[in-house]
């Protein structure tokens, strides 16, 4: 069982940078592909990024590439996602995902474990 805590989310201007983090408590995720999707009101959960085993594979949504980047800490047991040059359509809660057969892949159905979500904001 792997647990997931998202932080980092919160309010900040059109324009603005957040880093969003996900922590496996207690073990490292080295051999996990990792992944973020979010969750605006009304709409469903859509990808963001992911990144593969050893990093070979990394993938981002075509509304996210440029601006957002996913990467591990050196201890493989935290997960990033840097966000700039954020804009108000990216306003939605935030979630981590995990999938263990380590190959990152856009769908939901196929991670395995998944954080409790972090809400993120921008104004415009």
């Known amino acids: 069982q792997v647990q997931l805590v998202e932080s980092g989310g919160g309010l900040v201007q059109a324009g603005g940078s957040l880093r969003l983090s996900c922590a496996a408590s207690g073990r490292t995720l080295k051999n996990y592909a990792m992944a973020w999707f979010r969750q605006a009101p009304g709409k469903e959960r859509e990808f963001v990024a992911a990144?593969?085993?050893?990093?070979?594979?990394?993938l981002y949504a075509d509304s996210v590439k440029g601006r957002f980047t996913i990467s591990r800490d050196n201890a493989e047991t935290t997960v990033y996602l840097q966000m700039n040059s954020l804009k108000p359509e990216d306003t939605a809660v935030y979630y981590c995902?995990?999938?263990?057969?380590?190959?990152?892949?856009?769908?939901?159905?196929?991670?395995?474990?998944w954080g409790q979500g972090t809400q993120v904001t921008v104004s415009s």
């Open positions: 990144c593969g085993r050893n990093d070979i594979d990394i």
């Open positions: 995902a995990a999938r263990g057969t380590g190959i990152a892949t856009i769908n939901t159905w196929v991670y395995d474990y």
